[in-house]
Nanobody, 131 residues
Framework: QPQMAESGGGSVQAGGSLRLSCAAV????????MGWFRQAPGKEREGVAV???????SYSDSVKGRFIISKDSSTNTLYLQMNNLNPEDTAIYHC?????????????????????????WGQGTQVTVSS
């Protein structure tokens, strides 16, 4: 069983919406922070949204006002509601979970690249937005 598994990706036209889901095992879900990052072809990974244990959220400037991160503790599921999508949102979207004050929207992908212990992430789901 994967520790975190994303679903909900697909192909949409610009202006459309998608809702991504991430099913997490309990020990991955019960972390200080959970988030989403994405990687487009030929580009570096980019942190998109983070939600903390207390429910506070943060977003990258590129998605602020369009994306909403949420979680459901009854099912250990993380969500990303994506509205008003544009072609620049085309990427593979991954969910991640980790602990510690240095797990932020800006550092999440760096910690993963560095192989920081105690961080989990999924294989990703493809989102394609056409103009």
């Amino acid at each position: 069983q994967p520790q975190m598994a994303e679903s909900g990706g697909g192909s949409v036209q610009a202006g459309g919406s998608l809702r991504l889901s991430c099913a997490a095992v309990e020990y991955a879900y019960n972390n200080d922070h959970m988030g989403w990052f994405r990687q487009a072809p030929g580009k570096e990974r980019e942190g998109v949204a983070v939600i903390d244990r207390d429910g506070s959220t943060s977003y990258s400037d590129s998605v602020k006002g369009r994306f909403i991160i949420s979680k459901d503790s009854s099912t250990n599921t993380l969500y990303l509601q994506m509205n008003n999508l544009n072609p620049e949102d085309t990427a593979i979207y991954h969910c991640a979970a980790g602990r510690g004050p240095d797990f932020t929207i800006s550092t999440m992908t760096q910690l993963i690249a560095a192989g920081r212990k105690g961080i989990w992430w999924g294989q990703g789901t493809q989102v394609t937005v056409s103009s």
